[in-house]
């Protein structure tokens, strides 16, 4: 027999949540005295309506809230939902360079250097100097390989599991690995 899962999503929780609550202030209400009866019976015609109104907010603005990740055929396609809700918010909050290149070549020379590299800077911001990291990319031809030997100079199993995350989860991560590679090889 096939185990069937009654919660599935947070509509389900929502729906249950608000049948329990009025189920209950129901089977209450008879059992107050007469002045409790009418703040109660104000709570129950309110209560619903802002339950409700909370749900069309949800229901507009923030829609992936309401289902799991478990609702989606893969976890490709839920990440992509993720991904799209953080394109949304860059487009309301651009973020714009510090400084500006000049030219066009600057800009080209910018993007070829190794602190624009996304995979350094993640290396960089899990407390590796540049020499280890330049000792690692010099050491490592796989970047499968890369979380185990982080780890033992780091000593940090985090770290390690962080990495394999990013690389598990970003394909991009490999290409930014060898670019990285070649970087460093050519001598930053």
Not at 132 to 160: A, F, G, W
């Amino acid at each position: 027999m096939e185990k069937k899962e009654i919660i599935r999503n947070p509509l389900t929780l929502i729906a249950i949540f608000a049948g329990l609550s009025e189920v209950s202030m129901t089977a209450v209400l008879p059992l107050l005295s007469n002045e409790n009866q009418k703040v109660f019976m104000w709570f129950v015609m309110i209560y619903p309506s802002l339950l409700v109104c909370g749900f069309f907010y949800v229901l507009i603005w923030k829609r992936e809230a309401l289902y799991a990740p478990s609702d989606f055929k893969d976890d490709a396609t839920w990440l992509e939902v993720m991904r799209d809700k953080e394109r949304k918010i860059l487009e309301r909050y651009p973020v714009e360079r510090a400084v500006a290149p000049k030219n066009e070549k600057e800009e080209s020379d910018a993007k070829n250097t190794v602190d624009s590299n996304r995979f350094y800077v993640l290396l960089r911001s899990l407390g590796l100097t540049h020499d280890k990291i330049q000792l690692i990319t010099s050491s490592v031809d796989n970047i499968d390989d890369v979380p185990q030997i982080v780890s033992t100079h780091t000593s940090n199993k985090n770290v390690s599991e962080k990495i394999k995350r990013v690389i598990d989860d970003f394909p991009a991560s490999k290409d930014d690995f060898n670019k990285l590679k070649n970087m460093l090889q050519g001598g930053y």
